[in-house]
């Protein structure tokens, strides 16, 4: 709540608030994605925190958030009633806020990984289509039973594989992780090449979307 707090609004950040606040929010947005750029140290990483914690209602229950607020309303007291409405209406989900901090080669796997990492933040369990969801799985399958988990140990020794960096580099979606597991799954399979389902971005966006329908409105990544 100290970013809130501290945010002091002007004239260009309040025009931004207006402009990106009222789109997202409305029930149907004129615009589905953005960039905001600046040259360094003009506050980008300050504002989109603010406007995060808005569009989560996070943070907005205190001191802080009244203090912001009352600051908005000096430069514009519409665009504050429209805040304090959306706030306040219970009946309005909040946004999943998902900040991509990951910068791997290609942006699905950034989407994905900090998606996942995300939900599992508040709890929630999805597993997407992607190969190292199915890998995994696959992997806690064998572990679930004495015989076959034996054969993983084994097959992990013939496939000279640690089966824990294994885990760890599908839990950090490693591109090198599937070179490992295929290995892995050939001396577990006899010989067998792992073939996995596959679907796209959106169709896992919208799983995760099915997931968190209870608790919000849907996800917005910055």
Same mark, same amino acid.
């Given at each position: 709540?100290?970013?809130?707090?501290?945010?002091?609004?002007?004239?260009?950040?309040?025009?931004?608030?207006?402009?990106?606040?009222?789109?997202?929010?409305?029930?149907?947005?004129?615009?589905?994605?953005?960039?905001?750029?600046?040259?360094?140290?003009?506050?980008?990483?300050?504002?989109?925190? #603010?406007?995060?914690?808005?569009?989560?209602?996070?943070?907005?229950?205190?001191?802080?958030?009244?203090?912001?607020?009352?600051? #908005?309303?000096?430069?514009? /007291?519409?665009?504050?009633?429209?805040?304090?409405?959306?706030?306040?209406?219970?009946?309005?989900?909040?946004?999943? $806020?998902?900040?991509?901090?990951?910068?791997? /080669?290609?942006?699905?796997?950034?989407?994905?990984?900090?998606?996942?990492?995300?939900?599992?933040?508040?709890?929630?369990? $999805?597993?997407?289509?992607?190969?190292?969801?199915?890998?995994?799985?696959?992997?806690?399958?064998?572990?679930?039973?004495?015989?076959?988990?034996?054969?993983?140990?084994?097959?992990?020794?013939?496939?000279?594989?640690?089966?824990?960096?294994?885990?760890?580099?599908?839990?950090?979606?490693?591109?090198?992780?599937?070179?490992?597991?295929?290995?892995?799954?050939?001396?577990?399979?006899?010989?067998?090449?792992?073939?996995?389902? #596959?679907?796209?971005?959106?169709?896992?966006?919208?799983?995760?979307?099915?997931?968190?329908?209870?608790?919000?409105?849907?996800?917005?990544?910055?």
């Amino acid at each position: 709540d100290k970013k809130l707090f501290r945010f002091i609004p002007n004239e260009t950040t309040i025009e931004l608030i207006r402009e990106y606040f009222i789109d997202i929010t409305k029930d149907s947005p004129t615009h589905h994605s953005r960039i905001l750029y600046g040259s360094y140290g003009t506050g980008k990483s300050h504002f989109l925190t #603010v406007l995060g914690m808005l569009l989560s209602k996070t943070y907005t229950d205190g001191m802080a958030y009244k203090t912001f607020l009352s600051r #908005v309303s000096l430069h514009d /007291d519409n665009l504050a009633q429209d805040i304090n409405a959306y706030i306040s209406d219970s009946s309005r989900k909040p946004l999943l $806020v998902v900040p991509i901090v990951f910068d791997f /080669d290609d942006f699905d796997r950034c989407i994905y990984f900090s998606l996942k990492k995300r939900l599992e933040a508040i709890g929630k369990k $999805v597993s997407f289509k992607t190969f190292y969801d199915q890998a995994a799985q696959l992997i806690n399958q064998w572990k679930s039973s004495k015989e076959s988990s034996a054969r993983l140990i084994e097959g992990c020794r013939k496939s000279k594989v640690e089966l824990q960096d294994l885990e760890e580099m599908l839990r950090l979606f490693d591109k090198k992780a599937e070179g490992k597991f295929q290995k892995v799954f050939s001396e577990m399979t006899y010989g067998v090449k792992y073939i996995y389902e #596959v679907s796209n971005l959106s169709e896992n966006i919208n799983q995760a979307n099915e997931a968190l329908g209870n608790e919000y409105s849907g996800i917005i990544f910055i």
